[in-house]
């Protein structure tokens, strides 16, 4: 089973809905999800240094906006060490996305997050904005 984590910076609920979501397509598709919220497993405000090398060891992956994980360079390496998979939502300003954004923008990619993930072992890092069509590997 694999674990996909949603970000605090994202609603736990929305984690809760995508799991419901996926639990009928895990016993038709040969890549079974289970979709959790980091939040909810880790607490509200836990570092990033705390929860990386946890879901890192799971073989987790993460859907966040915050870039910045990609972009620090420690955080960065922690997430390459432990093995990663990374998904990065671009908001189109500082305020990052409502919650309908968010909700809409996982949910009509999310057949192309499953393929990211069944094709891609960790760690990775893709990236897409609101705009984008698709999600673009970052190396």
Same mark, same amino acid.
């Given at each position: 089973?694999?674990?996909?984590?949603?970000? @605090?910076?994202?609603?736990?609920? /929305?984690?809760?809905? /995508?799991?419901? /979501?996926?639990?009928? /397509?895990?016993?038709?598709?040969?890549?079974?999800? @289970?979709? +959790?919220?980091?939040?909810?497993?880790?607490? #509200?405000?836990?570092?990033?240094?705390?929860?990386?090398? +946890?879901?890192?060891?799971?073989?987790?992956?993460?859907?966040?906006?915050?870039?910045?994980? #990609? %972009?620090?360079?420690? #955080?960065?390496?922690?997430?390459?060490?432990?093995? +990663?998979?990374? +998904?990065?939502?671009?908001?189109?300003?500082?305020?990052?996305?409502?919650?309908?954004?968010?909700?809409?923008?996982?949910? %009509?990619?999310?057949?192309?997050?499953?393929?990211?993930?069944?094709?891609?072992?960790?760690?990775?890092?893709?990236?897409?904005?609101?705009?984008?069509?698709?999600?673009?590997?970052?190396?």
């Amino acid at each position: 089973m694999t674990k996909v984590y949603i970000d @605090e910076n994202m609603p736990h609920q /929305l984690a809760e809905a /995508l799991n419901i /979501l996926q639990q009928p /397509l895990n016993f038709k598709e040969p890549l079974q999800i @289970e979709v +959790l919220s980091i939040k909810k497993v880790f607490g #509200q405000g836990a570092k990033d240094e705390e929860w990386i090398p +946890l879901v890192g060891k799971e073989g987790g992956i993460i859907i966040t906006q915050d870039y910045n994980i #990609q %972009t620090t360079r420690h #955080q960065r390496d922690l997430c390459e060490e432990h093995g +990663l998979g990374m +998904l990065y939502i671009k908001p189109p300003s500082k305020n990052g996305l409502s919650y309908w954004e968010m909700a809409e923008f996982i949910v %009509t990619r999310w057949e192309e997050i499953k393929k990211i993930i069944s094709k891609n072992k960790p760690p990775f890092a893709f990236r897409s904005t609101i705009k984008s069509k698709k999600f673009d590997k970052i190396d």
